[in-house]
């Protein structure tokens, strides 16, 4: 029985308690998972992202913030925002992935979850008010189907790239980044909710620049099972497209999220929720579950619904954020 009343024809609990989320496991790897990503990355870190920034457009919470741009993997130029300290240099540095509604200003991803941190706001691909592109869908139904009948054109795997390319710009604008952590390495720490939940866990594998990483209601985890249950937005999308098309299975399994979790080798906290009609819980605890042990879970009582309290979880979710980065990147 789900813990609130809704009118959707469906069940966004599914059936299962948390014990029973905590069973779920990740799908096995397809032949070449690991080659394949290891591959885009590298196609990534040649790229020259030339990242410009623009005239500073706010001032709160302790942070400058600019425009920004750069550049990423078939030389598409991306927009986006770069979050600076209003005083003295950067400790910390993030790269914060956002929802599939994109990206229309930096709103509550500022302020950032540690003070004294530089921060790239990237809208991805397609996505948002500053990388809208002709032939890339901007609405989410349509961006999750684009190119999906090929690993090699499906639209995700940029999106992922833009992410290791926004890496990029940040500390070719933030120098002092790369000198953060031991041996000179950088640290800096991701951030993402939904659909950039979901690119997290794709990209963090194969990035070693990144110490840590957040995830709230992460998607793409767990597809053989996620496109049994039906929700709303672009899974609903994809389940759909699965119906007509079954072959694109051999596609989708180079994108789980749940799978490349896996081989995550840094610490991770993951909030995903026990209700959620757009991102299902069981594809969500698929992801936390398939982790090493250097592991954190917060459960939300919920993803992507607005109930009585919600205010209260965003507040204990942002302390536990901080905390976690605090004891890894503070």
């Known amino acids: ?7 959707y024809p469906f069940d966004p609990a599914y059936g ?8 779920i496991p990740a799908p096995a790897p397809p ?18 992202t030339a990242p410009a920034v623009g005239p500073q457009e706010d001032e709160r919470d302790g942070c400058r913030i600019f425009g920004v741009s750069y550049t990423s993997v078939g030389g598409l130029r991306l927009g986006g925002w770069l979050v600076l300290p209003v005083k003295g240099a950067a400790e910390h540095g993030f790269v914060i992935g956002h929802g599939y509604g994109g990206r229309q200003e930096p709103g509550a991803d500022v302020p950032l979850p540690l003070p004294r941190s530089a921060a790239i706001l990237p809208c991805v691909r397609g996505m948002g008010s500053r990388s809208r592109r002709p032939g890339i869908p901007g609405e989410a139904d ?22 290791w390319c926004a890496a990029s710009a940040l500390l070719e604008l933030v120098p002092e980044l790369r000198r953060a952590g031991p041996g000179g390495s950088a ?15 794709l990209a963090l594998p194969w990035d070693e620049r990144f110490a840590c990483g957040q995830l709230t209601v992460p998607t793409f985890g767990n597809h053989p099972l996620r496109v049994t249950l039906p929700c709303v937005g672009s899974g609903e999308a994809v389940r759909a497209y699965r119906e007509e098309h079954p072959e694109v299975m051999d596609v989708l399994a180079y994108f789980d999220a749940a799978t490349a979790a896996g081989r995550v080798g840094v610490p991770m906290m993951v909030a995903p929720a026990l209700f959620d009609p757009a991102v299902p819980p069981p594809g969500q605890f698929a992801v936390y579950n398939a982790l090493p042990e250097v592991r954190e879970l ?13 205010g209260e979880g965003v507040e204990a979710l942002a302390k536990a954020r901080r905390e976690f980065f605090g004891a890894r990147l503070g």
Do not use: K
């Open 187 to 201: 640290r800096l720490g991701y951030v993402g909710e939904s659909f950039g939940g979901g690119l997290g866990a």
């Open 298 to 310: 917060h459960v939300l009582r919920a993803g992507h619904f607005a109930y009585e309290g919600e």
């Open 142 to 163: 349509e961006h999750v189907l684009h190119g999906i009948d090929s690993r090699e054109t499906y639209v995700i795997g940029d999106c992922v790239a833009d992410l």
């Open 16 to 23: 299962r308690n948390l014990d029973e989320l905590l069973d």
């Open 31 to 48: 032949d070449g998972f690991d080659a394949y990503w290891r591959d885009r990355f590298a196609a990534a870190a040649g790229v020259a």
């Open 1 to 7: 029985m789900s813990e609130f009343e809704h009118d």
